[in-house]
Every structure is written in C-alpha cells, then in structure tokens.
C-alpha cells in the first residue's frame, strides 16, 4: 500500500496546473498514464479564480481527454445545492456533489 498525500490548491488555475504536470510527468517517466496522479479531486464550488470551480473542471477535462484518462472530480458546497447548481456540477463534467455542511 502505498501513502498517500494530499495537494491543497488555492485556484482553479493551481488545480489546472497540478493535474497537467502530473500526468505529463507520468507519461514521461512511464511511458503511459496508467496510474494516475491524483485518485480523486475536491474541488470547491466557491474556489476563487479562473471564473470558477466549473471552468477550472472543463479544463481539466480538456487535459484529460488528451491522455486519454479521467479524475474523478467531487463537488464541495457549504449550502444545500438546488437543481440549478446540481445540474451546472455534471454538465462541468463533475461525478458527484458533496455538502460541507
């Protein structure tokens, strides 16, 4: 079993930052993206730049389609997410949709 680590990002720009040179630094070290940098990110419906935690997630997409792979992306919000936000949350391109509260 292997450890596992925790990377905080303070934007939508540092997310997009950390998946592309994870996986880029994957497939030049092993050739493939076979074992994915990240199992999984959280990512905050209130994270402050790049517009938003919305356009932060179909950018990582766009970077993902690119090797071919797919991180599952969880929503946070600290309110109770109406149909509205729901909706915005998977036509993102996020999995799932997690309250804080």
Same mark, same amino acid.
């Given at each position: ?29 092993? *050739?493939?993206?076979?074992? /994915? ?9 209130? #994270?402050?730049?790049?517009? $938003? ?24 919000? *600290?309110?109770?997410?109406? /149909? ?9 391109? #996020?999995?799932?949709?997690? $309250?804080?509260?």
């Amino acid at each position: 079993m292997g450890v596992s680590e925790v990377k905080q990002c303070d934007s939508g720009k540092e997310a997009l930052r950390l998946v592309t040179e994870g996986l880029t630094q994957r497939r030049e070290e092993q *050739g493939s993206v076979d074992n /994915l940098p990240f199992d999984y990110i959280f990512m905050d419906c209130q #994270m402050p730049d790049m517009d $938003d935690e919305y356009e932060a997630t179909r950018e990582i997409r766009k970077v993902e389609k690119s090797y071919g792979v797919r991180i599952p992306v969880i929503a946070l919000s *600290g309110h109770d997410p109406g /149909l509205r936000e729901a909706r915005e949350t998977i036509q993102a391109g #996020m999995d799932a949709f997690l $309250d804080k509260t």
